[in-house]
């Protein structure tokens, strides 16, 4: 038993380490990405497709220029 509760410990350590890698990485991404992404097609209109989070609801924001 203690040998197997040895080696949870270490499996337990490995997944703690690695969940705070990813954060630090995530951190690292948000402060060096450029922003939303905005989709152009047409050459004559403009249709920009933004994601949207908010407290009430999360989506996809579509807005049209003529």
Known sequence: YADMADRMETGRNICIGAAGALYVYNLIDAIAS???KRIVHGKNRR?????VVTTGYTGIKLAINF
Not at 47 to 51: D, E, G, I, L
């Open 47 to 51: 249709y920009a497709y933004t994601p």
């Open 34 to 36: 450029p922003g939303a």
